[in-house]
Nanobody
Framework: QVQLVESGGGLVQAGGSLRLSCAAS????????MGWYRQAPGKQRELVAQ???????NYKDSVKGRFTISRDNAKNTVYLQMNSLKPEDTAVYYC?????????????WGQGTQVTVSS
């Protein structure tokens, strides 16, 4: 199993910044993909950003140029630096990983961390 612990959410004014962290622990060999999704009230969960094992990144169009995803393989941690935050970024942010384990590829989700951007 893979356990994910997120941190860094909170309340910030529009234009401000937050940095989310997601630390993975458990039994795994490596991660294929690490990423962040978000879900606003009444909306579906959507991909915000993801990063592959070789460092390739993919972003939701509305966050390009404002958010940066990175990973520290030595710490099994993925980060999301969020700058120039807007009220529409308000959501619960979930960490996601796809790991290589002794039972094959395993997808895991964090418990979510609330990000609230006030106008």
């Amino acid at each position: 199993q893979v356990q994910l612990v997120e941190s860094g959410g909170g309340l910030v004014q529009a234009g401000g910044s937050l940095r989310l962290s997601c630390a993975a622990s458990g039994s795994f060999f490596s991660f294929n993909v690490m990423g962040w999704y978000r879900q606003a009230p009444g909306k579906q969960r959507e991909l915000v950003a993801q990063i592959t094992s070789i460092g390739s990144t993919n972003y939701k169009d509305s966050v390009k140029g404002r958010f940066t995803i990175s990973r520290d393989n030595a710490k099994n941690t993925v980060y999301l630096q969020m700058n120039s935050l807007k009220p529409e970024d308000t959501a619960v942010y979930y960490c996601y990983t796809n790991a290589n384990t002794d039972i094959g590829r395993l997808s895991s989700w964090g418990q979510g961390t609330q990000v609230t951007v006030s106008s």
